[in-house]
Every structure is written in structure tokens, then in C-alpha cells.
């Protein structure tokens, strides 16, 4: 199981650089090789699968039983990363970066998937005690200006 399907690579990448990629070694290639594509996305799968368990409230909720749009954004752009990591792009190496900095702050519950069942969380540390003072200003009550 993956978040993500063919076809979306297709849509987001364009098909000649999904063929290109998964077809390294052939110029010529007019089809995606899916078996080259579902291993790399095995690989991404497994990774985003490994990061967003460390959360108990995601953990929980794993398998998904609908799709999570931004585990398959995450699946894309790491998907196309293992594709050509010899020769990534400067913007490819990039968008793997901030997924799995996104990822890795899902797992530590810092950043929320979005689902019901998953809401944001914060941390104990980091919360602020808000209250609200009453004064009244240099120019008194305006009401009547």
C-alpha cells in the first residue's frame, strides 16, 4: 500500500520526467516502469510510515482508511527524490528535505495530519497563559465624539 498512485506522480511531475526517471538506463522509453516506480515508493511509504508512528495519536489512527492528501504530498515528493538522488535537482532535494522535517514534526506530535481524531497538540513547555487586562485610555470615553 502506498498514499499515492501512478497517476498522481503523472499529474504532478509530468509523464516524459516520471518515464525519464523511472527508465534510466532507456532513452527511448515511452512508458513508466511501475515496478521501478513502486519500489521507490515502497521506499518512501516505509520512511513516512516510520516517522509518523512515533505519535500516539497518529500511531492510532494507522492504517488510514481514506486517503491523507498530505501523506501522498510527502509520498510524491519523496517518491521523486529516490528516483534521482545521484543527480536531484537543487528544488527536488529540497521539497525531500522539508517533507521529512514536516514528517519528523507529525511524530513528535508537533504537527497535525489534519483528521478527526488527530488534533493539534501542544506542548507543555511552549504553552502561554493569555488574560486580558482592563484600562482605560489617555482620552477617557470617546462615546460621545
Same mark, same amino acid.
Given at each position: 500500500?502506498?498514499?499515492? &498512485? *501512478?497517476?498522481?506522480?503523472?499529474? +504532478?511531475?509530468?509523464?516524459? #520526467?516520471?518515464?525519464?526517471? /523511472? =527508465?534510466?538506463? =532507456?532513452?527511448? @522509453?515511452?512508458?513508466?516502469?511501475? *515496478?521501478?516506480?513502486?519500489? +521507490?515508493? =515502497?521506499?518512501?511509504? @516505509?520512511?513516512? +510510515?516510520?516517522? &509518523? *508512528? ?17 501523506? /501522498? *504530498? $510527502? #509520498? ?5 527524490? $529516490?528516483?534521482?538522488?545521484?543527480? @536531484?535537482?537543487?528544488? !527536488?532535494?529540497?521539497?525531500? #528535505? ?7 514534526? &507529525? ?7 489534519? %483528521?478527526?481524531? =488527530?488534533?493539534?497538540? !501542544?506542548?507543555?513547555? /511552549? @504553552?502561554? #497563559? !493569555?488574560? !486580558? &487586562? ?7 470615553? %470617546?462615546?460621545?465624539?
Amino acid at each position: 500500500m502506498t498514499y499515492a &498512485i *501512478a497517476q498522481d506522480f503523472i499529474d +504532478n511531475f509530468g509523464l516524459h #520526467e516520471i518515464v525519464a526517471l /523511472t =527508465n534510466p538506463n =532507456n532513452a527511448a @522509453a515511452i512508458a513508466v516502469d511501475l *515496478a521501478v516506480l513502486g519500489a +521507490n515508493q =515502497n521506499k518512501a511509504f @516505509a520512511l513516512i +510510515n516510520g516517522l &509518523i *508512528a512515533n505519535c500516539p495519536e497518529v500511531r492510532s489512527l494507522m492504517p488510514f482508511s481514506q486517503p491523507v492528501p498530505l501523506l /501522498t *504530498a $510527502y #509520498e510524491l515528493d519523496i517518491t521523486r527524490y $529516490y528516483l534521482d538522488s545521484t543527480l @536531484a535537482r537543487e528544488d !527536488v532535494r529540497k521539497r525531500f #528535505e522539508d517533507a521529512v522535517s514536516q514528517l519528523k514534526m &507529525i511524530g513528535r506530535c508537533e504537527l497535525s495530519l489534519g %483528521l478527526i481524531g =488527530n488534533p493539534p497538540t !501542544v506542548q507543555e513547555s /511552549t @504553552a502561554v #497563559e !493569555v488574560g !486580558v &487586562i482592563e484600562t482605560v485610555g489617555f482620552f477617557g470615553d %470617546l462615546h460621545g465624539y
